[in-house]
């Protein structure tokens, strides 16, 4: 599944140094605004310890990690929904992502130019969502022309749908993002077609100085009240400090650098989990001699369709799922232990598939 998430935010906040950190492909870090001006993707492996007990049970020829897609997206200024700056592609590549993660400048350093001429994080906030919700207010009116007019020819569904066009166009009015605005699943539809920036999952991403990446600063705590309402996530990493731990190839080399910081785990890491939580999404695995393999499909998925992503026919001729879970196969040693034991379900077409599901499929082209 080739989900993305587009790193957001204003000039200067540490979109790139993060992206470089997360990924391989290398965007370029400048101390002015703009210096990404193509959207770079980088495909990152979701880190996930299952796999490594999979993988010293099997003792498979390969392991592979399920993947997420960060997108580094360019620098958003004041005015962009009216083409400021790059606004124009800025708002034209968020639209194609999933899930925003948008970091927030929160350090103070003189070398670092801010746009705004100083570190105010819920001023920064603002500015993005001003932006994006301006844009969605201008694909909300749109829509609403069109449908006035056969709401007044007297299609019923038409008025209902204006009914609800009018509810986003208020909240946005109003200074809401459109996933704060009331309305159930059905509703949604209303405005499924205009792809509402929005309407998107966002994760804020506080990037602190080293000084503050256990403890915070004055500037998160700013920005933890502002998006309390939202009952959105922040994550607290110092991308210059990932920027290093990303140079390490040894796994205690990196244990070590983190004690060093209090830290048992990278900012990366809890953001790239953080992230594929906010997508609901799950893993599944496959295991066997020739490759231990974790799979991504959404949160409630049933059994033909996480067999679909493997391949098309595997849905289509769906038969059977064989379902182990890891702590049987942690217990049982080998898939013929689980077996032997009784450990082993036969799940049918209406089979939930569960985070962690060791999986084997049967079926027929």
């Known amino acids: 599944m080739a989900l993305q998430c587009g790193i957001v935010g204003l000039p200067n906040v540490g979109k790139s140094t993060l992206f470089n950190a997360l990924s391989s492909a290398k965007a370029e ?12 993707v980088g495909v990152v492996s979701v880190p996930d310890k299952r796999l490594q007990v999979l993988e010293g049970l099997v003792n498979p020829q390969r392991v592979v990690p399920t993947i997420i897609e960060f997108v580094d997206i360019a620098g958003l ?28 400048r929160c350090f103070e350093d003189d070398n670092i130019v801010h746009v705004a001429g100083g570190v105010d994080p819920v001023f920064d906030k603002e500015v993005i969502d001003t932006e994006l919700q301006l844009k969605d207010l201008e694909s909300v009116e749109k829509k609403i022309q069109k449908t006035e007019k056969v709401a007044k020819a007297g299609d019923a569904k038409a008025r209902v749908e204006l009914e609800i066009l009018n509810r986003f166009k208020t909240g946005l009015t109003s200074g809401l993002n459109a996933r704060a605005i009331e309305v159930d699943k059905e509703e949604l539809e209303a405005v499924r077609d205009l792809h509402l920036l929005t309407i998107k999952p966002v994760l804020y991403v506080a990037n602190v100085d080293e000084a503050s990446i256990t403890t915070g600063n004055k500037f998160v705590d700013q920005l933890k009240a502002k998006v309390k309402e939202e009952n959105a996530e922040v994550i607290l990493l110092c991308a210059a400090l990932e920027s290093q731990i990303a140079e390490f190839e040894d796994a205690d080399e990196i244990a070590m650098f983190l004690s060093e910081y209090g830290l048992e785990e990278s900012g990366m890491n809890r953001l790239i989990a953080a992230a594929y939580t906010l997508l609901d999404l799950i893993t599944y695995f496959t295991a066997g001699v020739q490759e231990v393999r974790a799979w991504t499909i959404k949160r409630g998925w049933k059994a033909p369709q996480a067999a679909g992503v493997i391949h098309t026919d595997f849905e289509r001729g769906f038969i059977k799922a064989e379902v182990i879970k890891l702590a049987d ?37």
């Open 29 to 40: 870090a400048a101390n002015f605004p703009f210096c990404t001006i193509e959207p770079n």
């Open 329 to 365: 196969y942690t217990q049982f040693k080998t898939e013929a232990g689980c077996r032997e034991n009784g450990k082993i379900a036969i799940e049918g077409k209406e089979y939930v598939v569960q985070d962690g599901d060791i999986m084997h499929f049967r079926f027929n082209v």
């Open 77 to 104: 200024v004041k005015g962009a929904s009216k083409g400021e700056g790059l606004g124009n592609k800025f708002l034209a590549n968020i639209r194609e992502v999933n899930a925003i993660i948008h970091v927030i």
